[in-house]
């Protein structure tokens, strides 16, 4: 009976992931989260952004450490090799991130308003007991010698270079915060030439990595709801830069997608 309960617990957390993805695309093609440049106030109490980020993004770490254990894959080897990417990722973004923008002289000129970050560990909550049960406990191919490790490593090419860009892309970001003290200026160089935001790009491009290793509806429920959120944020950055900079920006540089979108 535990198990048939966990089992629809998974499969309805499953769903809500899956199909939370189009609203949240619908709703932020008219109302931007207001931190970072579209900071703005009447979203109540602030926080300072390194401890929003370490807080809201923390359920990835402590979650998994406490669910894996509980798989029936918990001690497979393929297990934990497959599940040390999405780790990597969380442990840059819950820690090594934060740390950044706290070394940042501009790290607590804007608050980040509780209420997003409330949303945003909800969301991390949700996302880390579907991806940490599926990986531990309800993939059933481990067995599947030549067509898992062939997912993996195509996978793994693409999420290590989605989080070379992802990464790249924040540290020039948090640099050139720093040395404009806290304005704002045109980025360059690198993927910066070819998109406003190589950031969320790099991000896109590791889920669609961690899509193909998984090769299961939490993977690529995880990568649409990511292209959801990321890609109409990317879109109002792209606009904003052009309203702020005018004539001075790249009319060639694309929002997110190089030579697409």
Not at 25 to 30: E, I, N, Q, T, Y
Not at 108 to 120: D, E, L
Request: net charge positive; proline share 7%; glycine share 6%.
């Amino acid at each position: 009976m535990e198990e048939i309960a966990d089992q629809t617990f998974f499969h309805y957390c499953l769903l809500t992931l899956i199909f939370s993805g189009p609203p949240t695309a619908v709703a932020l093609k008219f109302l931007q989260a207001p931190y970072g440049k579209h900071n703005r106030t009447g979203w109540g109490p602030t926080v300072s952004p390194p401890i929003a980020w370490f807080v809201m993004e923390s359920p990835t770490l402590w979650l998994t450490l406490l669910l894996f254990p509980f798989g029936r894959h918990a001690l497979n080897p393929k297990s934990l090799l497959l599940f040390s990417p999405y780790l990597l990722h969380y442990f840059h973004r819950t820690i090594i991130y934060p740390l950044r923008l706290f070394r940042s002289s501009s790290a607590g000129k804007n608050g980040f308003p509780i209420t997003i970050a409330a949303m945003a560990f909800t969301f991390n909550l949700l996302n880390a007991y579907i991806q940490a049960r599926w990986v531990s406990h309800y993939k059933d191919d481990y067995e599947d010698g030549q067509w898992f490790w062939w997912r993996f490593i195509i996978g793994m090419v693409v999420f290590v270079a989605g989080m070379y860009i992802n990464i790249t892309s924040d540290r020039t970001l948090v640099r050139l915060k720093k040395e404009s003290r806290g304005g704002y200026v045109i980025p360059r160089g690198g993927w910066f030439e070819l998109v406003s935001c190589p950031n969320y790009f790099g991000e896109v491009i590791e889920w669609l990595g961690w899509a193909v290793m998984t090769w299961s509806w939490a993977g690529i429920g995880f990568f649409l709801y990511t292209c959801s959120n990321l890609i109409p944020r990317a879109r109002a950055s792209h606009k904003w830069y052009i309203d702020k900079f005018k004539e001075e920006y790249p009319k060639t540089r694309k929002a997110v997608i190089p030579f697409v979108y």
